[in-house]
């Protein structure tokens, strides 16, 4: 395939989640007429990243995976024959989890990814996490793309983004609920250069509690030949207002720059990397609030 084409819905919920599904269904049809091969919601579409810190409620916001809700989504990749990455508050045990749904172009859930490093800091203290990093194979009118997903805070932590890379994965969705400013783009940039993929974030618009649009793409060619320097990875940062932002990832020029480049898998040295499958932690380091 010669490109894969993301629509980043950098949107407003609504007021309830029946409202949000219209808008989140609308924005998939305006997505596919922009050309779009998977249209990408941020984080927690459903409850439109509100966590009610009540037991009852939690509970009740949260959707199991046949819920109707989902449905719709899937149903509506089947219908427009594209991709759709929803967020939502999903149910789980013992706690709810802070999840991702990928349908592909004929409505079959071809990942589902849970947040692994979830903020036990703030208001995610009470959801539970992910177990693991994931990537799939996703059929396109064009042809296969590899993706994988990391959720906002995941981003943080290098080995979100290697060990997908180590899966294969060509393309990492990030759907975001927080201020995308310089040095968090800077850690995006930085995912893609080092393990040589593609990143595409999708963030809630300003307005929206804690959030500033922002919504990004970078593919991770640094390099081409016949250029001179090193060459801006950044394909695409939206504005702050609400709006559908679409990247095109060129999958050949990616492809060809995995298989020549020396960045992600080709010198690493896992033999010497044990510390990182360490779990004390030291001073300074160490936060009474983290879960174990």
Sequence with gaps: MSHF??????????????????IGLDACHRAK????DLALFPEMWSTGYTIPQEEALLRASALPVGHPFLGAFAACARELEMAIGVTCLEQADPRPKNSLFVYDRHGDLVLQYAKVHTCDFGEEACLGRGEEFRAADLDTAAGTVRIGAMICYDREFP??????????????????????????????????????????????????????????????????????????????????????FVADFDM?????????????????????????????????????????
């Design 252 to 292: 050949e020029m990616l492809r060809d720059y995995r298989r020549r480049e020396v960045h992600g898998n080709a010198y690493r040295r896992p033999e010497c990397y044990h510390l990182l499958l360490e779990e004390k932690i030291e001073p300074p380091f160490v936060r009474p609030d983290r879960r174990p």
């Design 5 to 22: 084409r993301v629509a980043l819905l950098q949107l407003h919920p609504g007021n309830t989640r029946e409202e949000t599904q219209k």
């Design 159 to 244: 080995e979100s983004a290697r060990v997908l890379m180590l899966q294969g994965a060509e393309i990492v969705l990030v759907p975001n609920a927080c201020p995308m400013e310089l040095n968090r783009l800077a850690q995006l940039r930085a995912r893609a250069y080092e393990n040589m993929m593609g990143l595409a974030t999708c963030n809630y618009p300003a307005g929206h509690p804690d959030c500033n649009g922002h919504s990004s793409a970078f593919d991770g060619v640094a390099y081409l030949p016949g250029l001179s320097g090193s060459r801006d990875t950044c394909i695409l940062e939206a504005e702050e207002k609400p709006g559908i």
């Design 33 to 36: 007429s922009l050309g779009a």
